[in-house]
Nanobody, 131 residues
Framework: QVQLVESGGGLVQVGDSLRLSCAAP????????MGWFRQDPGQEREPVAA????????YYANSVKGRFTISRDNDKNTVSLQMNGLQPEDTAVYHC????????????????????????WGQGTQVTVSS
């Protein structure tokens, strides 16, 4: 279901920063892990970063480790993705999603192996990094 609202995308140059934000209804936000996913035309969807329901666990794709930071604000029911040092390969449509993961698999392993289910998502926001 498209029930989340993303914002913050845009056209930037190599090395610039962007901060993506995602707003979710309280009932959705409080019951799910949240993640950011990206997909460029011709490529498969990639989990970029995710944070567990409690906020205790997080996941980052190897390509963004050290550059991106995911955080959730439980008071505002929002999740954000701070993206620093943007590179051309970061160009994609970024989607926020409320996801469910298997209870018997470690959080990071579940994300790494695609063991998650989209329950709610947003319309996406375009990030374009120009050289």
């Amino acid at each position: 279901q498209v029930q989340l609202v993303e914002s913050g995308g845009g056209l930037v140059q190599v090395g610039d920063s962007l901060r993506l934000s995602c707003a979710a209804p309280e009932d959705i936000f409080s019951r799910h892990s949240m993640g950011w996913f990206r997909q460029d035309p011709g490529q498969e969807r990639e989990p970029v970063a995710a944070v567990s329901r409690s906020g205790a666990s997080s996941y980052y794709a190897n390509s963004v480790k050290g550059r991106f930071t995911i955080s959730r604000d439980n008071d505002k029911n929002t999740v954000s993705l701070q993206m620093n040092g943007l590179q051309p390969e970061d160009t994609a449509v970024y989607h926020c999603a409320a996801i469910e993961l298997p209870a018997d698999i470690a959080f990071t392993n579940a994300l790494k192996n695609g063991r998650y289910i989209f329950r709610h998502w947003g319309q996406g926001t375009q990030v374009t990094v120009s050289s």
